[in-house]
């Protein structure tokens, strides 16, 4: 996180009014299945229309699991699950699959044939960033919920690693217009109780995966944004928005900087923040940066780290991130000051941008768009897209 010292004002950005939204399930065996497995999507589809989400769509060129009909076919059966393929044969088709399907909206889990078959999360992560490429070639403001995908038996060292850079390639590939959400189907998942061969979902799992993908869509898609076709658009008003977003408006982030080792550090915890101003440090207060998300009223928990050999914080809200650093970086120390943070956008949210510097290994955090172009157009630091969204202060 060593940076010069900087710090701007920023504005917040809104979201829009949404439409009848055509889903397009795509993926392999995990999203296909076989003629006794019904696999997410049928929990999916019941628990979209149990949250009045009667507008979705299922599309795609396939209606069949492998080797036969799914063994409950009372759901909308539509999809684009191709049970063995990696994510380079999928983008063989998947030109003419999305042309005919028109989807609005991807729910990609692809990869786990790819790392099985000896091939490296890199190539993985290039052809995973072609087939968003191909979606919006046809729609350009295409939703994609990308998946961390489930653990396998086998080479999960691999498919950890996937997952990581599937947060950064996420961030990297956001758009205002299309937004590239990461939809963590890892943490948690466990092979024992979620699967029956270590690989694929059991019914147990099945229902995992379709609560995460229905909690980051009714996370977006709301009844604020989202109505039917047939009826006039109409938005919340202010004082709704308002209420609204007072209500999961959690405490103030702040941040300090060490002018001598050029390392931020951000807080919302209230003793930490009377104690860095109380008390002698080499820390000096610099700004009420955000607002964090009321725990009791949704987002995630964002984890701080502390490198012990730079002494510098990192961030993150993945929990697949923390695992892997909890895991496997020994120099990383987790830190009891954490918050709450929503890792896709909510209106009346903004992002918080995150930086690497590779030769020094640090990162560097910033809600504020003046000082992100700073960065990227000053220092050396790499962007690697938005690590969270909170309020603005």
């Known amino acids: 996180m060593g940076t010069p010292h900087i710090f701007f004002d920023m504005d917040i950005n809104s979201s829009e009014i949404l439409t009848e939204i055509r889903i397009m399930p795509l993926g392999d065996s995990i999203t296909q299945g076989d003629n006794e497995r019904n696999t997410y999507r049928r929990p999916l589809w019941q628990k979209l229309q149990e949250a009045d989400f009667n507008t979705v769509d299922f599309v795609g060129s396939q209606t069949e699991n492998s080797n036969g009909p799914n063994p409950n076919p009372d759901f909308d059966l539509d999809h684009e ?20 399907a028109q989807p609005d909206v991807a729910l990609i889990h692809l990869g786990t044939n790819d790392i099985l078959q000896g091939q490296s999360a890199d190539s993985t992560i290039d052809e995973l960033s072609q087939v968003i490429d191909t979606f919006r070639a046809n729609n350009p403001n295409i939703t994609i919920f990308l998946a961390q995908i489930i653990p396998t038996i086998n080479n999960n060292d691999e498919l950890q690693v996937l997952n990581e850079q599937i947060s950064v390639l996420a961030a990297e590939k956001d758009q205002e217009n299309s937004p590239v959400i990461v939809v963590d189907q890892f943490s948690g998942f466990n092979l024992s109780d979620d699967t029956y061969d270590s690989i694929h979902p059991n019914s147990n799992g099945e229902n995992k995966i379709a609560d995460r993908w229905l909690a980051s869509f009714s996370e977006l898609f709301t009844e604020s944004n989202l109505v039917d076709s047939d009826l006039e658009k109409t ?34 915890n209230p003793s930490e923040y009377n104690s860095l101003i109380d008390e002698p440090t080499n820390f000096t207060f610099e700004a009420e940066s955000y607002v964090s998300v009321d725990p009791l009223s949704g987002g995630r928990e964002v984890s701080r780290f502390r490198n012990t050999a730079t002494d510098a914080y990192f961030y993150t809200i993945s929990q697949a991130e923390k695992d892997f650093i909890t895991n496997n970086l020994d120099n990383y120390v987790l830190e009891d000051s954490e918050f709450n943070a929503f890792d896709t956008e909510v209106e009346g949210t903004i992002p918080i941008y995150r930086f690497y510097e590779p030769t020094i290994g640090t990162h560097f955090f910033t809600e504020n768009i003046d000082e992100k172009m700073f960065v990227e157009n000053n220092l050396s630091y790499d962007f690697e897209g938005i690590a969270y969204y909170a309020y603005s202060t």
Do not use: C, K, M
């Not at 209420?243 to 702040?254: A, I, K, L, M």
């Open 81 to 100: 699950g191709h049970s063995g393929f990696r994510t380079d044969e999928i983008l063989l088709q998947l030109d003419d699959w999305v042309d005919s």
């Open 235 to 268: 938005s919340s008003s202010d004082e709704d928005f308002l209420f609204n977003e007072e209500v999961q408006r959690g405490d103030t982030v702040y941040r300090f900087f060490n002018p001598t080792s050029g390392v931020h550090l951000y807080t919302a």
